[in-house]
């Protein structure tokens, strides 16, 4: 046997080996994945509902899950395939499809968070379906399911309105509290208190908000760390302009929270 080719059989058996442990480490989501599939299927609810963390059921109840299922063709199906799994930091991501007991195939990604004891399904994201132009709109950003212009401009909306409210109040809680979890953990309400403290100033002036359509100025994205994206401004106010950059993260089956900023000038 040539050198080269006993080079080459040795790389692959490399490759091989890395994959193999990847799948390995990474069972324990599939098998999460899995678990919550046989138990919609058997309409154990109360099984599946039990495998959603804390922040996926306080975003959704189990009557909005079983819809959602219901909905998107989820409740009887027959076979899955996890083709991309990944754990990072505590978290973990399959992606992939499923395929009903009729044949058809819906894909998905779940995300997951590290409980006490187990993996707990931190969301589940299905992508849009129908006409995509590929010259306009990457496979990838089309499969993360961005919100439509609508649901975008309520998420904005409701956000500078937690955040106008806590700044009259002069107290960050509500919007801490209002914010991700992910967000949460990585901050206080103090801390926040700290980073928009030159806000309080307009006492209860940013309520005219809601009196306002946000205008996005540039095209909502995922960026790579997963989080959805949205800039835009409020020129209405001249000759004062307020521009903010907001991010959310999907949660259960909702978008949170993640980053808020927010300028006047």
Do not use: C
């Amino acid at each position: 046997m040539g050198k080269l080719l006993k080079i080459f059989l040795g790389f692959l058996t490399f490759v091989a080996i890395v994959i193999a442990a990847a799948f390995y480490f990474t069972s324990g989501i599939a098998n999460k994945a899995d678990d919550f599939f046989k138990a919609v299927t058997k309409h154990e609810y109360d099984s599946a509902y039990s495998m959603l963390s804390e922040e996926f059921k306080k975003n959704t109840n189990k009557q909005e899950l079983i819809a959602f299922l219901e909905q998107n063709n989820l409740t009887q199906v027959k076979e899955t395939s996890w083709n991309s799994r990944e754990i990072k930091n505590g978290q973990g991501t399959v992606k992939g499809k499923v395929t009903s007991e009729t044949g058809g195939t819906v894909p998905l990604t779940i995300n997951f968070i590290k409980g006490k004891n187990d993996w707990m399904i931190y969301s589940i994201t299905k992508p849009g379906s129908g006409i995509r132009n590929k010259n306009n709109d990457t496979n990838e950003q089309t499969a993360r399911n961005i919100p439509n212009n609508d649901e975008l401009i309520k998420l904005v909306q409701e956000s500078n309105n937690v955040f106008a409210g806590s700044i009259a109040k002069k107290d960050m809680n509500e919007f801490y509290n209002y914010s991700s979890k992910l967000w949460r953990d990585d901050t206080t309400a103090e801390e926040l208190a700290r980073v928009f403290n030159s806000f309080y100033q307009f006492d209860d002036k940013l309520f005219v908000l809601n009196k306002h359509i946000p205008a996005f100025t540039q095209k909502p994205f995922i960026n790579e760390n997963s989080f959805l994206q949205v800039t835009g401004e409020y020129s209405q106010l001249k000759p004062k302009i307020i521009t903010f950059t907001h991010k959310y993260i999907k949660e259960g089956l909702e978008w949170k929270l993640v980053g808020f900023k927010m300028n006047i000038n």
